[in-house]
């Protein structure tokens, strides 16, 4: 659930309230936590694609299949973007769901690296323009710059963390990529 981790950007809105992370709009701020929850359902879909499922390995066919259910979820965030009309879900700049949704994004980047036999098969399309802009916009910001994860450098830390069941090693084994 995103409920702590929308509590913790509440708390840097009180303590640090200089530049806002959630909409001073009540209902925006309802409207947009409930988004994050939306594009949280992608895990249910990217979880079996890694192989998180102990005991059970996904055929590509099934493999497949999730990445399409993956979509539907993205592309109800690429008509949320549309329907928005500026480079992030806060307008000009950044807003708290843009930093709670961009990680699940990254680990969507780094699918065609995870699964070489599947490839671009499980790459974004083109024709999520709207969503392919964002993820750009979102890698220009300064702080996906400094603590975001490359494709690659997400698809090896997955990868150490699945085998090692140990993010801490994953990360620190990943660094610089």
Request: include cysteine; charged fraction near 25%.
């Amino acid at each position: 659930s995103s409920g702590i981790n929308a509590e913790y950007g509440d708390y840097l809105d009180e303590v640090y309230g200089d530049e806002k992370l959630h909409p001073t709009d009540p209902l925006q701020k309802v409207v947009d936590r409930v988004l994050v929850e939306k594009q949280g359902q992608m895990m249910a879909h990217l979880y079996p694609m890694y192989g998180k499922f102990p005991g059970k390995e996904f055929s590509n066919e099934e493999k497949l299949e999730k990445f399409k259910n993956l979509l539907g979820v993205v592309r109800g965030f690429e008509d949320e973007l549309k329907q928005r009309g500026s480079p992030f879900l806060g307008g000009s700049k950044p807003c708290m769901a843009d930093y709670m949704i961009f990680p699940f994004y990254e680990r969507i980047e780094a699918l065609p690296l995870m699964l070489p036999d599947l490839g671009l098969a499980v790459a974004l399309p083109d024709n999520l323009r709207c969503v392919n802009q964002w993820i750009a916009s979102m890698r220009g910001t300064e702080a996906v710059q400094h603590y975001g994860m490359s494709p690659t450098r997400m698809a090896k830390a997955t990868k150490i963390s699945l085998a090692t069941a140990d993010y801490d090693i994953a990360i620190k084994e990943s660094a610089g990529l």
